[in-house]
């Protein structure tokens, strides 16, 4: 009876000492983005599309096969109409990918928020939708070859906007390129 309780437990503890094992487990993204942001004219209007640069970073850890827990956090930069702004979001969420050999394609969905700065401040609840492609140069470094998300954030403040208008929400892009690290 008792070998019959230490081989079950055997069993059952050895898928579990398996995943310990497992390598890759956890994925490091780090690299440039490139993202829009749309900004109201201060006393005239209309709303203008203006590109950021900035730089992007990501932790995926794998929960199960072909799912993963991320965490994203980007930070772009732009002039828009000669006033330094910045653009920031962090988010989590949802992973889903495959392998294809060296390569890796994955779609994800993030919840979280974004911050707006362009002499005051504001924040707002955004989701994130989007994917993209990893290559493998070895078992632990790979490049992300594209990764493109689409962002649409809440109310935004009118005292960002500056003359009282406000808006239900934004629709606006990121797209990111970098280096991407296993362990």
Same mark, same amino acid.
């Given at each position: 009876?008792?070998?019959?309780?230490?081989?079950?437990?055997?069993?059952?503890?050895?898928?579990? &000492?398996? @995943?310990?094992?497992?390598?890759?487990?956890?994925?490091?993204?780090?690299?440039?983005?490139?993202?829009?942001? /749309?900004?109201?004219?201060?006393?005239? !209007?209309?709303?203008? $599309?203006?590109?950021?640069? !900035?730089?992007?970073?990501?932790?995926?850890?794998?929960?199960?096969?072909?799912?993963?827990?991320?965490?994203?956090?980007?930070?772009?930069?732009? %002039?828009?109409?000669? %006033? &330094?702004?910045? =653009?920031? @979001?962090?988010?989590?969420?949802? $992973?889903?990918?495959?392998?294809? !050999?060296?390569?890796? =394609?994955?779609?994800?969905?993030?919840?979280?928020?974004?911050?707006?700065?362009?002499?005051? &401040?504001?924040?707002?609840?955004? =989701?994130?939708?989007?994917? *993209?492609? %990893?290559?493998?140069?070895? $078992?632990?470094?790979?490049?992300?070859?594209?990764?493109?998300?689409?962002?649409?954030?809440?109310?935004?403040?009118?005292?960002?906007?500056?003359?009282?208008? /406000?808006? *239900?929400?934004? %629709?606006?892009?990121?797209?990111?390129?970098?280096? =991407?690290?296993?362990?």
């Amino acid at each position: 009876m008792r070998t019959r309780s230490l081989l079950v437990l055997f069993v059952f503890l050895l898928p579990l &000492s398996l @995943t310990a094992q497992t390598p890759d487990r956890v994925e490091v993204f780090g690299g440039y983005s490139y993202s829009t942001y /749309s900004i109201f004219g201060r006393y005239s !209007g209309p709303w203008q $599309r203006f590109g950021y640069n !900035g730089f992007e970073a990501s932790v995926a850890a794998k929960l199960v096969p072909h799912v993963a827990a991320e965490l994203d956090f980007a930070d772009g930069f732009g %002039n828009p109409n000669g %006033n &330094s702004s910045t =653009v920031r @979001t962090i988010m989590g969420g949802a $992973r889903i990918f495959t392998n294809a !050999g060296k390569a890796e =394609v994955y779609g994800h969905f993030l919840v979280g928020n974004l911050t707006f700065s362009v002499g005051g &401040s504001g924040s707002a609840f955004a =989701v994130a939708g989007g994917g *993209g492609a %990893n290559y493998w140069v070895s $078992r632990h470094i790979g490049a992300r070859i594209v990764e493109f998300d689409y962002i649409h954030s809440g109310f935004i403040s009118a005292a960002v906007l500056g003359n009282g208008a /406000s808006t *239900g929400g934004q %629709n606006n892009f990121r797209v990111s390129t970098g280096v =991407v690290f296993r362990f």
